[in-house]
């Protein structure tokens, strides 16, 4: 089992609202979590870290290596709806602070070549196998909405001038539906989480031929970011590479 994770905040903004977590317990399972906070300066950086951190210390609290898939699906879901309920709350207890604010998620648990994901927004997952690479999750975006529709093509909408506009954030209304995707591992393929700060900077052509081409995760978390801030670096930019 092999996991890292890197942030930045990138050439243009002042402070990093992105947040990440890796851990991994005794029993063997791995929590791997990626949010990326909106929301104004310090808003932001609290929705990211609370979500973060409650979806956790929920996943902590709860999974085991012997539960099926639908057990951790449920577990997730509890967890999301918890992180998005207090970070709600908190805008509402503190609107002058927190009013507006909040995050995607994407993450889960890994169980060996088992990993079972939430995704709320437009963070992603990827399944990279050598050069090869597969996008995971959905994107709850406005040009999501307009590719699926076919009025945009994949290469439009990573240009497209609305494109940081999601449609599904924690915190934002009283619930939220997160989106559940399982995926089983094989021998030398990677999980890679990120923000759009990656995803928006680089194809998945280049993400995939980085990753593949570096000796090892911590090298090639930080020639991804590199070359996100080479291409402008216009936004906070963090990724974690997972595999069994």
Do not use: W
């Not at 990211?48 to 879901?77: G, N, W």
């Not at 602070?97 to 648990?109: A, C, E, P, S």
């Not at 040009?143 to 999601?166: C, D, F, Q, T, W």
């Amino acid at each position: 089992m092999n996991v890292y994770g890197k942030t930045d905040k990138g050439l243009v903004r002042s402070n990093n609202q992105d947040t990440y977590r890796t851990e991994v317990d005794k029993s063997g399972c791995a929590y791997l979590i990626l949010c990326d906070g909106m929301g104004g300066a310090r808003a932001g950086n609290v929705a990211s870290a609370k979500t973060a951190d409650v979806f956790l210390q929920y996943l902590r609290e709860h999974c085991e290596p012997d539960m099926e898939r639908d057990e951790l699906a449920r577990i997730l879901i509890a967890g999301a709806a918890k992180a998005n309920r207090e970070v709600y709350e908190m805008a509402e207890q503190d609107p002058e602070q927190y009013n507006g604010m909040g995050t995607t998620l994407v993450g889960g648990v890994a169980i060996g070549d088992r990993i079972v994901l939430a995704n709320i927004g437009d963070s992603r997952a990827y399944l990279l196998d050598g050069e090869q690479i597969a996008q995971i999750t959905e994107d709850h975006s406005l040009v999501e909405e307009m590719v699926r529709a076919g009025r945009l093509s994949k290469e439009e909408a990573r240009h497209y001038p609305g494109r940081n506009l999601i449609t599904r954030a924690v915190g934002v209304d009283a619930a939220v539906e997160a989106d559940l995707y399982e995926v089983i591992l094989r021998e030398g393929q990677i999980l890679l989480l990120c923000s759009d700060g990656l995803s928006g900077m680089l194809s998945d052509g280049e993400i995939a031929g980085i990753v593949s081409s570096e000796e090892n995760f911590e090298h090639a978390c930080e020639v991804l970011i590199a070359e996100a801030c080479e291409a402008g670096g216009t936004d906070n930019i963090t990724v974690v590479l997972y595999t069994k």
